[in-house]
């Protein structure tokens, strides 16, 4: 039986907190429940813990080096495949509702149908210099002010958004069960929660009165005591300008918390519109990337610490086992997945994907290849690359010294065993490793070229007329509900899901 397929994607949402479905201590019923029924990827990885990279490898199976959506204002081409193309291609019906972060003109990239426009700018005007280390843009870097203005709010400009995205998302769902259109679909909801600003509604504000998880595990650490990165990130989040208070991080994190449970409720919603009106579909629950959450004295992402760059993973489908996955996988792996258990075919693109199916992984396989991650974006003078495999994350930048971490022994990845002659065996193998995937000169190149091309072109659109790219959603109201030109008979009978 050919399939529905409904992806739920969430934004920042850190993978520690799902060691298993989400941990016990969050209120996230309808997630657990559908952690329950599903394949769960415990250690899952971004490609990189950016939004728009994050997302434009998710959806086509391809690292940014290769799709060349190096960072959040970069283009990404219409001429690579997605899952929303393979599928679109096979007879789905593709649909989004919510973020996806596309720059660049073709705001669809496969997808016949957007029921909402993105909550950020299609254009290029957040893109990074290279060729100015140090300088921060302050209308558009990310500042400490997420964490220092945490707190509670009935509505902000994320929740209307998420709001909007549940709303026309579940509106789509019960028009697909009159069953108008006969091809099985395929509909991705992307909201922008929990990212931050961490703010939330009283009431699931309330949920963490006491909560045990309000401060981070590791504190955080003096300056001089973080990794090259980790300096350049918090530099690029102004953290100098602020004084972030303990207080301040057990409100961002319980304003966290918050969030993920007003997302779990969005997700119950999207279930029961399928119970109720009895549509079968497989549901993928991922998210882009995850946030550090003051965890060292971190925040958001740009990091291949794991609250950065481990995300949540699960898929619910019947060829695939109930159960946790413990071997490392990426969220490159979800378009190769999607077409496996749809029975689609990507030979065509065999040579280029370098995701991998994990339907395997869910009947029982093991996996040994490692996983890849990339980051050339904010917060960056030079790319970043990173593999993950067994116990061991390997990090490597022409800028900074090499980093091996043994993560069985060290979760919190607190000593770099680089320099310990115990294990120059395993860093010796993830240097080949790394030396036969990536040209960093090349990659540096390429990404300083797109860099310079981007803000010369940004410039010169910004001058005269502007004619921007984002997504405008059209509904034509002639066509909804009852016009004269439609037989009201017909229609009520037509419009009416489930039939008995």
Same mark, same amino acid.
């Given at each position: 039986?050919?399939r529905?397929?409904l992806?739920l ?7 520690t907190?799902?060691p298993?479905?989400?941990?016990g201590w ?5 997630l ?7 394949t ?12 728009a990279p ?6 086509s199976?391809?690292l ?6 190096y960072?959040?204002?970069?283009e ?11 599928l ?6 593709t649909?989004?509702?919510?973020k996806?972060?596309f720059?660049g ?5 496969g997808?016949e149908e957007?029921?909402?426009?993105d909550?950020?700018?299609?254009d ?5 210099d ?5 300088e ?9 002010g997420?964490?220092?203005g ?13 709001d909007?995205?549940a709303?026309?998302?579940k509106?789509?769902?019960?028009d ?6 006969p ?5 991705t ?5 929990p ?13 963490y ?9 590791v ?9 090259p ?6 530099e ?7 004084d972030v208070?303990?207080e301040?991080?057990?409100r961002a ?12 409720e ?6 029961q ?7 079968e579909?497989t549901v993928?629950?991922?998210s882009?990337h ?7 004295g971190?925040?958001?992402?740009m ?12 898929i ?8 946790v996955?413990?071997?490392p996988?990426?969220t490159?792996?979800v378009c190769?997945t999607l ?5 689609v075919?990507?030979e ?18 093991v996996r040994?290849?490692?996983?890849a991650m990339e980051y ?10 990173a593999?993950?495999?067994g116990r ?6 022409a800028?900074d ?6 993560? #069985?022994? +060290?979760?919190h990845e *607190?000593v770099?065993? !680089?320099?310990d002659?115990?294990?120059? &065996?395993a $860093? ?8 036969a995937?990536?040209?960093?000169? #090349?990659f +540096?190149?390429q990404? *300083?070229?797109?860099? !310079?091309?981007r803000?010369?072109v940004? &410039?010169? $659109?910004?001058?005269g007329?502007?004619y921007p790219?984002?997504?405008q959603?059209?509904?034509?109201a002639?066509e909804?509900?009852m ?6 008979n017909?229609?009520?009978a037509a ?6």
């Amino acid at each position: 039986m050919t399939r529905n397929i409904l992806i739920l994607m969430v934004d920042q949402l850190n993978g520690t907190l799902f060691p298993d479905g989400p941990a016990g201590w969050l209120h996230a019923p309808n997630l657990k429940r559908l952690a329950e029924r599903s394949t769960r990827f415990a250690n899952c990885y971004t490609a990189s813990p950016l939004c728009a990279p994050a997302r434009a490898s998710y959806m086509s199976g391809l690292l940014p080096s290769r799709t060349r959506v190096y960072d959040n204002a970069a283009e990404f081409a219409s001429d690579i495949p997605t899952y929303a193309h393979h599928l679109r291609r096979a007879g789905w019906r593709t649909c989004l509702s919510g973020k996806m972060h596309f720059v660049g003109p073709d705001q669809l990239h496969g997808l016949e149908e957007r029921l909402t426009t993105d909550i950020y700018p299609a254009d290029f005007g957040w893109t990074p210099d290279y060729r100015r280390p140090g300088e921060r843009i302050d209308w558009w870097y990310h500042n400490m002010g997420s964490v220092t203005g945490a707190g509670v709010a009935e509505i902000t400009n994320q929740m209307e958004y998420d709001d909007e995205v549940a709303h026309h998302a579940k509106m789509w769902l019960y028009d697909a069960a009159r069953g108008h259109d006969p091809r099985p679909w395929c509909l991705t909801v992307s909201f922008t929660h929990p990212h931050d600003p961490y703010v939330a509604r009283r009431r699931l504000w309330d949920l963490y009165e006491g909560c045990d998880h309000l401060d981070p595990e590791v504190g955080p650490l003096p300056f001089e005591d973080h990794d090259p990165h980790s300096r350049r990130i918090l530099e690029a989040n102004d953290f100098g300008n602020y004084d972030v208070t303990p207080e301040d991080v057990r409100r961002a994190r319980r304003a966290y918390f918050a969030n993920i449970s007003y997302l779990d409720e969005k997700v119950g919603e999207l279930l029961q519109v399928l119970e109720d009106t009895r549509q079968e579909a497989t549901v993928i629950f991922v998210s882009d990337h995850g946030d550090m959450l003051g965890e060292r004295g971190l925040w958001y992402k740009m990091s291949f610490l794991e609250g950065s760059a481990r995300v949540p993973l699960m898929i619910c489908d019947p060829s695939m086992e109930p159960g946790v996955v413990t071997e490392p996988v990426s969220t490159i792996d979800v378009c190769p997945t999607l077409c496996d258990l749809a029975g689609v075919s990507m030979e065509e693109m065999a040579p280029w994907t370098t995701g991998e199916t994990l339907v395997p992984l869910g009947q029982g396989a093991v996996r040994e290849s490692p996983v890849a991650m990339e980051y050339a974006a904010e917060g960056s003078y030079a790319p970043l690359v990173a593999l993950r495999a067994g116990r061991w994350k390997y990090t490597r930048c022409a800028l900074d010294p090499e980093q091996l971490f043994d993560l #069985l022994a +060290d979760p919190h990845e *607190r000593v770099n065993l !680089a320099d310990d002659p115990a294990h120059a &065996e395993a $860093l010796a193998g993830f240097r080949a490793e790394a030396d036969a995937r990536w040209d960093l000169a #090349l990659f +540096d190149a390429q990404v *300083r070229e797109s860099q !310079a091309r981007r803000w010369v072109v940004y &410039e010169a $659109l910004r001058q005269g007329g502007y004619y921007p790219w984002d997504w405008q959603p059209m509904r034509v109201a002639s066509e909804r509900y009852m016009r004269n030109h439609m037989d009201l008979n017909v229609l009520e009978a037509a419009q009416r899901a489930p039939k008995d």
